[in-house]
């Protein structure tokens, strides 16, 4: 069984910059669910994609987008860079949206 | 009203000691609370989860206390070790509504095991 992994591994952008993010989801899981973790902070959830439709998201501006593919995986997306945008983004799959999450090795993105 | 208060912000205890973390939360649609551990450079790796018609889970040497009136729960390491040295994170998740699928997690609580 493969667990979630995660692209690329690091990240540096400039402020007003683009950025897109990868998630392959574990095996036999339908749902992906995105977190921004600051340094020292908690995970805050982002937003939540179950069969390749958004189901949920938290207080992240609409510069914050995401995509589900058939095959599970997704894409997060951040336009317009900014400086407060700096964090490990991390990737959770679960089976449906209320069952246990598992995270991958998240994505480290530093913006300058 | 969906915060999860976390405490203590770090811990300290000698190899063979019991560490305790606590959470509290405020909003009674939390029908789900797991607790992650978490090392430097990785992703949160679940540890142990209880929902509330459960008072008591024991999972190997990790035991979750629930208290639903008091609306706490606590995470108990037993027999700690150095390689337990990690930041730990309780979470919740609502059963549905708006924040369906939402993990809401504490503040972490680093904990220390000297050997």
């Known amino acids: 069984e493969t667990g979630v992994t995660q692209s690329p591994t690091h990240l540096i952008k400039t402020r007003g910059q683009q950025v897109t993010l990868r998630c392959s989801s574990q095996s036999g899981h339908n749902t992906v669910s995105w977190y921004q973790q600051a340094l020292g902070q908690g995970p805050q959830f982002i937003f939540q994609?179950?069969?390749?439709?958004?189901?949920g998201r938290g207080n992240f501006p609409p510069r914050f987008s995401g995509l589900q593919f058939p095959n599970y995986s997704s894409e997060l997306n951040v336009n317009a860079l900014e400086l407060d945008d700096s964090a490990l983004y991390l990737c959770a799959s679960s089976m449906t949206g209320f069952s246990e999450q598992y995270f991958g090795p998240g994505t480290r993105l530093t913006v300058t | 009203q969906q915060q999860v208060k976390q405490s203590p912000q770090s811990l300290i205890v000698q190899k063979g000691g019991i560490s305790i973390i606590n959470c509290a939360y405020e909003?009674?649609?939390?029908?789900?609370f797991p607790w992650y551990q978490q090392f430097p450079g990785k992703g949160p790796a679940l540890l142990i989860a209880i929902r509330p018609d459960v008072s008591e889970k024991k999972e190997g040497r990790f035991t979750i206390s629930f208290n639903k009136s008091a609306k706490q729960f606590s995470l108990h390491i037993m027999d700690s070790q150095p390689g337990d040295s990690a930041t730990y994170f309780c979470?919740?998740?609502?059963?549905?509504?708006?924040?369906?699928?939402?993990?809401?997690f504490g503040q972490g609580t680093i904990l220390t095991v000297h050997p």
């Open positions: 979470a919740a998740i609502p059963a549905g509504g708006t924040s369906y699928g939402k993990l809401t």
């Open positions: 909003n009674t649609a939390f029908d789900y």
């Open positions: 994609y179950y069969r390749e439709e958004e189901n």
